[in-house]
């Protein structure tokens, strides 16, 4: 009896360790199990590191340096005095309401004009192929280029434009020269230039319109206004969104055209954010210009974030 018992534990103790596992072997397997949930996510550690080194930093020092007066190579720290400046300042606010007025006319023009190109290069015509390659060729050419052919263009004497409306008895304005006029030329011919690329976006929402939608307001015998306003604008609302952001984002932060065109003139009347903070950057005013740069970073930031929420969500409510 002594001998079996014996013999008996023996073999219980030689399955012990096959039914309960050491606790190395389990660390090992939890490290293994983990490693492969957070496998997926090591594909997005090089656009976390270009994130942060090309935008999270130059943000922060941004804020940091807007609260100084700096040179390359010191600062003193002042406080919000250069956002006190900003504000009080004629030519700094001037810009800022400038910018408004650009990035609502220019956004305003590409979604109306774009949608209507979309839905007629959408539309059974001859050439429809050359027609969109041409209605999107302006978006490739370079803004500078751009901004010097149309000065060219719009010179109140000399320039093409002026000249063509006098063979009709019209009277062309100074289109650059006038305070009335500049920032508005300058308006229209961004819109020329990039109404292109929304009317893109808007040819790529009406085609995956299913066309069962056509085809019933067909049968109902629907007209072509009762399908364009009961049908493509309704289906189209994610390209509106799509174009009305890209578009008031880039009208806030509009320089380069305007800069090549007018650069801020006549006087200060075509001046917008972006080109007074350069004029500062000019001046030698670091601190002062970095603080534009915050106002201009939070002016987009309130307009287009709770801009970009309600048309969403209006969508989703769609």
């Known amino acids: 009896m002594a001998t079996m018992t014996t013999q008996t534990e023996t073999q219980a103790e030689a399955r012990a360790p096959a039914q309960a596992p050491p606790a190395q072997g389990r ?6 199990t983990v490693g492969k949930r957070c496998y997926p996510y090591w594909f997005l550690l090089p656009a976390a590191v270009i994130y942060v080194v090309l935008f999270l930093l130059p943000t922060f020092a941004s804020f940091f340096f807007s609260l100084t007066r700096w040179t390359l190579t010191s600062y003193q720290i002042i406080g919000l005095d250069n956002f006190k400046l900003f504000f009080s300042e004629p030519q700094l606010f001037s810009g800022l309401t400038h910018s408004l007025i650009f990035a609502v006319i220019t956004t305003g023009l590409k979604a109306v004009i774009s949608l209507l190109l979309a839905v007629l290069l959408t539309s059974r015509i001859i050439g429809r192929s050359f027609l969109r390659s041409v209605v999107f060729f302006p978006v490739l050419v370079s803004t500078i280029g751009v901004g010097i ?17 006098a063979t009709i008895g019209i009277q062309g304005p100074g289109w650059l020269t006038n305070p009335r006029y500049a920032l508005y030329s300058v308006a229209l011919v961004d819109v020329w230039k990039g109404v292109g690329l929304a009317t893109v976006i808007y040819i790529a929402g009406i085609v995956s319109i299913p066309p069962e939608y056509f085809e019933a307001a067909a049968v109902d015998g629907a007209g072509f206004w009762e399908r364009f306003r009961y049908v493509i604008v309704p ?3 994610p390209a509106t969104v799509t174009v009305v952001i890209l578009s008031l984002i880039y009208g806030l932060r509009s320089f380069d055209l305007i800069w090549a065109m007018t650069r801020g003139g006549p006087g200060f009347t075509s001046d917008v954010i972006a080109s007074v903070i350069y004029k500062q950057y000019q001046a030698g005013f670091f601190g002062l210009s970095t603080a534009g740069n915050v106002v201009l970073f939070l002016l987009v930031t309130v307009i287009v974030v709770p801009l970009s929420f309600y048309l969403n969500r209006r969508e989703t409510q769609l």
């Open 149 to 165: 052919t149309f000065t060219v263009l719009m010179h109140p004497t000399a320039g093409v434009i002026n000249q063509a409306l």
């Open 27 to 32: 660390a090992r397997a939890a490290t293994a």
């Open 235 to 237: 289906l189209t609302r």
